[in-house]
């Protein structure tokens, strides 16, 4: 049994409709009222104990110079940047995938942050919002995972979405997080930092790239010779692609959908970028197995893609709608300047 607690920093309301977040020229004025994935949230002062369930999420919080706030983390991909791993060593991870609801409220937090609706939400793996809010815990979740995307109590599962994404929804999460610890000039930094990034990568490609291409983006699947899971049109690598001109030739309204290799052999995509990851839960996580099955099945074989190699292995993480999507968009970019289509 967990004890309650209530903690005067935040307090937790209902659902309701949108409010805006203010942050004061001087920093941010509280009480602060903002409202996030159809929870209201006020908080009293600026968090001082946090837990981020999400690569993503932590990466964020991080990024900000949050770390000493941080007091466990949960939900990982792979590696983080350099520029963050020896912050990250320092806040404990309470576990590699998703942690338990009482693992969440031992660390004591006033805050949790999480990546999807998936461990915090209407079905959540680890809490309900409502179960947070219970113990005087308040929860804030990305907006890419519920802004334009549906969010059921009766499923888990990535979903589709009506409207596709793009780094703007990030560009709201870094902006509220940092408003809500008081961190403002921060996120603007980071802001400018990852648009530059940006404008970095597209003008390389503009340079480069004569047409063009046809992509399919493989995250994983459950068997090498199954159906994978390829990106459709309205995720993270749909927005990778409509910033450097590439056409994905998946056309689903699903995050990622189970597509058969002769379908998309029908389509031969010219470019195929492939998920790296360090999870190993199905076979097609190792990336070097993808690989080698895309060089040696007698369908995937023929692709022009895989004839011409262009295959471009980019991290998992990048690939979700994350503030990691830039790390795609570079790494899409610089594998395209190495595997360039003869003029």
């Not at 963050?84 to 609801?101: G, T, Y």
């Amino acid at each position: 049994m967990i004890s309650g607690y209530f903690r005067p920093a935040l307090l937790v309301l209902g659902v309701v409709a949108a409010l805006p977040a203010f942050a004061a020229p001087g920093g941010t004025q509280y009480p602060l009222i903002l409202s996030n994935c159809g929870q209201q949230l006020s908080f009293a002062q600026a968090p001082q104990r946090v837990v981020s369930l999400g690569q993503a999420s932590s990466e964020i919080l991080l990024s900000l110079g949050l770390a000493p706030r941080m007091v466990g983390t949960g939900v990982w991909f792979g590696p983080l940047p350099e520029a963050l791993q020896a912050a990250n060593a320092k806040v404990p991870r309470l576990a590699d995938n998703a942690p338990s609801f009482e693992k969440v409220a031992k660390a004591n937090p006033d805050l949790v942050t999480a990546q999807y609706t998936y461990h915090i939400g209407p079905s959540g793996e680890v809490a309900t919002p409502e179960q947070l809010t219970a113990l005087g815990i308040a929860s804030y979740v990305s907006p890419s995972d519920c802004e334009g995307k549906g969010v059921t109590t009766t499923s888990n599962a990535d979903g589709s979405r009506s409207a596709p994404f793009s780094l703007a929804l990030i560009d709201r999460e870094i902006n509220e997080l940092a408003t809500i610890f008081d961190v403002q000039a921060t996120g603007e930094r980071l802001l400018t930092q990852l648009h530059q990034r940006i404008d970095d990568a597209v003008q390389k490609v503009k340079r480069d790239q004569p047409k063009p291409l046809s992509v399919v983006y493989w995250f994983s699947s459950t068997r090498l010779e199954g159906d994978p899971w390829v990106a459709g049109r309205n995720g993270a690598p749909g927005y990778v692609s409509e910033v450097l001109g590439l056409r994905n030739i998946i056309e689903s309204d699903e995050e990622w959908p189970g597509v058969s290799w002769e379908n998309i052999a029908a389509r031969n995509p010219e470019v195929i970028v492939v998920a790296r990851m360090e999870r190993r839960l199905y076979p097609a996580d190792d990336v070097d197995k993808k690989i080698a099955f895309l060089r040696n099945d007698p369908v995937t074989r023929e692709l022009d893609a895989v004839r011409n190699n262009r295959i471009v292995v980019v991290d998992a993480q990048s690939l979700n709608p994350s503030m990691d999507v830039v790390r795609a968009i570079e790494g899409v970019a610089a594998g395209l300047q190495g595997a360039s289509p003869a003029r």
